[in-house]
């Protein structure tokens, strides 16, 4: 019992602990190496180390210590002093851990309580009422565990104050230097650009931009090639160094170029570079497109299936053999104008002052059928979707009844 007092005792000095309340007139404790103490004023804390220490005790009388005589020497105050009273009249028992850890905690000697907490569990290591108040968890299959040994355990790592996995610290370093690599090519990029039409730099720019090969630019080449400002050989370009990068860094870009961008030719080369690197990735992209409200929308869709040789996108291709689009025409009040019934749908006639009208009409998508006809060789039904409906669904029970024959 004396021994454990006298370990949370040094604890207590080895540490430092903070006091919380007023001092009372300055006042030490000088631990003595032979186990006793003696408390005063200590009168040269300036001391040399091989002069004594000299002290006034709490009585007034002058002493002077020899420096090898003193273990340690501890500030006091009125709170440390009932501490210690305390804690020297106090059982090392369970019951007297906790009394003095909450005698601690209404003194605000948070320290003091945190060693008379750990002292109890010692003593009882599954006291739910101290591993509580020492933040620990109770956990399935590991026992009682503070939080941030519970995340080790787990496999997570501290970063930024934040629990991660390793793996997404990795990712996340991967993506910064990502980021300052964009930067620094996204300014040479412009650079380059800028010295194009340069007599002096010119050659060097174009030497720079078709020998770009970092995996970091791809998406500063991507935004370079859909920028329609550049001219169309620039765009090609950049196209042309993508297709030396390693796959699959701007698929993305070259999918909506592919569908939206009005250069024929730079869509086409689109496609075959989305073939090189991932058409996977452009299949589901051109199936949602054959619902597009913009028939050319719609056409340049099956086109892209066709070239990704997509036999996944039947179905889809066959419910946009026929597309429903409505064409706006503005009106002008002031004007006579004339409506044929060829274009329309009704009857033709002449009007004063049309309003804005809406005209629905179902369009034939020739793209989508020859999409069809290549991806399904000897069979075409034309736009009849109803007959290419049938044929798909019968192809299907085929095709599983030759499944469940091979089992």
Not at 7 to 19: D, F, H, P, Q, S
Not at 258 to 264: A, R
Not at 348 to 360: A, E, I, L, N, R
Request: glycine residues 8%; aromatic residues 6%; contains cysteine.
């Amino acid at each position: 019992m004396i021994a454990t007092r006298s370990i949370i005792l040094v604890w207590c000095m080895a540490c430092g602990l903070a006091l919380h309340g007023a001092p009372s007139a300055n006042a030490e404790i000088f631990f003595l190496r032979t186990g006793g103490r003696v408390e005063g004023q200590w009168l040269n804390p300036q001391r040399a180390q091989a002069d004594d220490y000299v002290l006034r005790t709490l009585a007034g009388v002058q002493l002077a210590l020899a420096g090898p005589q003193v273990q340690r020497v501890l500030a006091t105050s009125d709170v440390q002093k009932q501490y210690e009273d305390l804690l020297h009249k106090s059982p090392a028992t369970v019951a007297g851990h906790l009394q003095m850890a909450q005698w601690c905690r209404d003194a605000g000697l948070n320290s003091q309580r945190k060693v008379h907490l750990e002292e109890v569990i010692k003593l009882e290591p599954d006291h739910e009422e101290a591993r509580l108040a020492l933040g620990y968890g109770r956990f399935a299959n590991g026992g009682w565990l503070k939080p941030d040994e519970y995340m080790l355990r787990q496999g997570y790592v501290k970063s930024g104050g934040q629990w991660k996995l390793p793996q997404e610290i990795e990712i996340e370093a991967r993506a910064r230097e990502f980021e300052v690599a964009d930067k620094q090519w996204r300014k040479q990029i412009k650079i380059w650009l800028g010295n194009l039409d340069s007599k002096k730099y010119g050659a060097d720019a174009i030497q720079g931009l078709q020998g770009i090969r970092d995996p970091n630019a791809a998406s500063a080449v991507a935004d370079a090639l859909a920028d329609k400002t550049n001219t169309k050989a620039v765009r090609l370009m950049f196209l042309d160094v993508l297709g030396k990068l390693p796959p699959g860094l701007a698929v993305d870009t070259l999918i909506q170029l592919s569908l939206h961008d009005e250069d024929e030719n730079l869509r086409e080369r689109c496609l075959a570079e989305i073939k090189r690197q991932n058409p996977h990735r452009a299949i589901p992209v051109y199936i949602r497109e054959l619902k597009s409200k913009e028939n050319k929308t719609v056409r340049r869709a099956a086109i892209g299936l066709h070239v990704m040789g997509a036999t996944s996108a039947t179905q889809a291709l066959i419910d946009a053999l026929v597309t429903t689009h409505k064409k706006v025409v503005q009106g002008n009040p002031g004007q006579m104008t004339a409506s044929l019934g060829s274009d329309t749908g009704g009857m033709g006639g002449m009007s004063m002052g049309q309003k804005t009208q809406v005209f629905k009409s179902d369009i034939p998508n020739e793209e989508v059928l020859s999409a069809l006809a290549s991806l399904h060789p000897g069979v075409n039904f034309t736009y009849d979707k109803d007959a290419w409906r049938r044929w798909f669904m019968s192809s299907k029970t085929t095709i599983s009844a030759d499944l469940r024959r091979g089992e």
